[in-house]
């Protein structure tokens, strides 16, 4: 196999991994609805791997480990990043959870996790057969 599938597979790898960490905390966002002051949270992946895979993302170069890292300078290191949504409430107690997006999400990521599953067992369809093939 090619590098460039090898990248691929590893780059689907981590994409299910992202929808399913964004599952669980959208999943504790619905759970939370009804918690006094609780604030939202969400994960941050897409558009680092946009930016990454476009090349146009701002990465400082780290010369020692007590460097913060500034942006993505490989694709390897883009992860997934759980964040607090802090600067909204949408209740008088400071809870900001809205069940109406919150179900919207949760369907659209099912979707997108569904896709990355059919996407990465077509890869590994094609290796299997390509394997198969060789033996012949």
Do not use: C
Request: aromatic share 6%.
């Amino acid at each position: 196999m090619s590098w460039m599938n090898n990248q691929a597979v590893n780059l689907l790898e981590r994409s299910i991994d992202a929808a399913g960490l964004r599952q669980k905390v959208l999943a504790n966002n619905i759970a939370n609805i009804d918690t006094p002051g609780f604030k939202r949270s969400d994960v941050s992946f897409a558009q680092q791997l946009q930016e990454a895979l476009s090349g146009q993302s701002l990465a400082g170069r780290r010369t020692l480990a007590g460097h913060i890292p500034i942006g993505v300078d490989k694709l390897e290191n883009v992860k997934p990043e759980v964040y607090q949504e802090t600067s909204t409430s949408m209740r008088m107690d400071g809870n900001n959870v809205d069940i109406d997006s919150e179900m919207t999400n949760l369907a659209t990521n099912q979707l997108q996790y569904n896709a990355l599953i059919q996407q990465i067992n077509y890869s590994f369809g094609l290796m299997k057969y390509a394997i198969s093939e060789g033996k012949r």
